[in-house]
């Protein structure tokens, strides 16, 4: 027997009903994530590529089809798969502390800031414990939200374009830190983005969506271990296969 | 600078009094010898303390009813949409309106300030507090549920304290009126307090000296108010809500 998919999307469909008309989001998905697998969902603005974490998420209830995960279908929003938006979603009102403790209530009070030390410092905010969200920079507030995340122990993580308001320094140092946590702690991660680069440098597997009504376009493997060399001949070979896969010309 | 403001406004006041040898309006020194007098006869601070007191407990209430009131109407948006035309409508009519009606239920008794206070204080607190509400960024209500929140903890938790540096906002506001309100209040409903010290001045013996005396601690103490008011939302769980971001 072979083992389920974590995640397994089927013949999903998304429509939105504007005045009169309806629009196609997405068509007909099928898409199989493996436990411990980051996969990147790489397509043009706008595609409906946020719509599909949403659904997978269970904020969003989709048009036709399923998504099973763990062989179960997704009913709503649970704490074992947890969202992380661009920085914005830390809460102000909390400090470090406050936020990654937030999904904690259940535990008792020891265990509680045990898990807070522990994963404050697994992202690198030591000494912040208790700085507020406007104190601290944009690459330390997505830290934040991806510990407060952590701190529950989810098996997957549906990322939007995490680091899409960050400048492109801190957002390559936030692609090695995601991939030294992600060592750190195996979980399956969807990581939705618009960056080419970026789904080349992080996902084990790339999928590629058209334009709206959004399908997958293609799946590209990204056989290159980690660290990976961005000069290396495979990794220009792959970032070229998805630029034209996606529709764009190798020079400007 | 603000201390300099202050005195150049009390010189032009005693140039405009002797220049125009009125002998109605009172000089700045008149009126610091007339709060000696209040002072002296032990009523100043009585009356202080009585405004301050009736402003308190019409407030309290206001806080107390008007934040669940718009904490749910700014969760329920078919509440809102049903209350709002009233609320709208309630909310234009200055408290000193229902005057005679607080005086028909209420009669001459401390409840009728206090219930002006209240209908004052009541409508920016439940405006400001299901405004707030309403503006929480989707973003916040999504990671809570994300983490398993139950609505009530949801309410607690997220919904709350994203919205409390309106809600602040709002009472503050609500403070203004109040004070504004309760000085009104006193000049028809009760016989003591600062509005009730500006009116019966003027009614026994036109001393005028008294009225500006009463008018100066009444705005002394509405800036005192709105300075603590303030200071709440330096507090720092609620600064992100008053300062735009830099980041």
């Known amino acids: ?252 | 600078m603000p201390v300099g403001a202050a005195a150049l406004a009390v010189l032009l006041w005693a140039l405009a009094v002797r220049l125009t040898h009125t002998t109605v309006f009172p000089s700045p020194l008149k009126v610091v010898s007339g709060l000696q007098e209040l002072a002296g006869r032990g009523v100043l601070w009585r009356y202080v303390g009585d405004s301050l007191r009736r402003v308190a407990s019409g407030y309290f209430l206001a806080l107390v009813l008007g934040i669940p009131t718009g904490l749910a109407l700014g969760w329920h948006p078919n509440l809102a949409s049903a209350f709002n035309p009233v609320i709208q409508m309630a909310r234009p009519i200055s408290p000193l309106a229902w005057m005679p009606l607080a005086i028909l239920w209420f009669g001459v008794s401390e409840a009728a300030p206090g219930f002006l206070i209240f209908l004052g204080a009541f409508f920016p607190i439940v405006v400001a507090a299901s405004n707030g509400v309403r503006s929480v960024p989707a973003m916040y209500l999504q990671a809570g549920r994300n983490f398993g929140l139950s609505t009530p903890r949801l309410l607690a938790r997220v919904v709350f304290p994203a919205a409390l540096p309106q809600i602040l906002v709002g009472l503050r506001i609500a403070l203004g009126i109040a004070w504004l309100v309760v000085v009104a209040a006193e000049m028809i409903a009760v016989d003591s307090g600062l509005g009730y010290l500006i009116i019966d001045s003027r009614n026994a013996g036109k001393r005028y000296d008294l009225v500006v005396a009463g008018m100066l601690l009444i705005g002394a103490i509405g800036l005192v108010l709105d300075l603590l008011a303030r200071r709440l939302e330096k507090l720092r769980s609620v600064r992100w809500g008053f300062q735009a971001e830099t980041a």
């Open chain 1, 1 to 252: 027997m072979t083992p389920s998919p974590k995640v397994n999307i089927r013949s999903l469909s998304m429509l939105f009903p504007t005045d009169g008309s309806v629009i196609e989001v997405l068509s007909s998905i099928d898409l199989e994530v493996e436990d411990g697998e980051l996969v990147c969902i790489l397509g043009p603005s706008g595609c409906g590529k946020s719509t599909l974490l949403n659904v997978v998420g269970g904020f969003l209830k989709a048009s036709a089809g399923t998504v099973l995960i763990d062989g179960q279908e997704v009913a709503g929003p649970d704490p074992r798969r947890i969202f992380v938006f661009q920085e914005r979603g830390v809460f102000p009102w909390l400090t470090v502390e406050g936020n990654v403790g937030f999904g904690l209530f259940r535990l008792d009070a020891r265990e509680r800031a045990e898990r807070i030390a522990h994963y404050v410092k697994l992202v690198g905010l030591s000494g912040f414990e208790n700085a507020y969200p406007q104190e601290l920079s944009g690459g330390m507030k997505q830290r934040l939200e991806v510990a407060r995340a952590l701190a529950v122990n989810p098996d997957v993580l549906f990322l939007d374009e995490p680091f899409g308001a960050l400048d492109s320094i801190t957002r390559l140092i936030m692609r090695s830190e995601l991939l030294r946590i992600r060592r750190a702690e195996k979980k399956t991660v969807l990581f939705v983005t618009h960056d080419i680069d970026e789904s080349v440098q992080l996902a084990d597997r790339v999928v590629v969506m058209s334009t709206r009504p959004a399908t997958i376009r293609r799946i590209v493997d990204i056989d290159m271990p980690h660290p990976r060399d961005l000069s290396a001949p495979r990794y220009i070979e792959l970032r070229d296969l998805l630029l034209e896969e996606i529709g764009l010309a190798h020079k400007i």
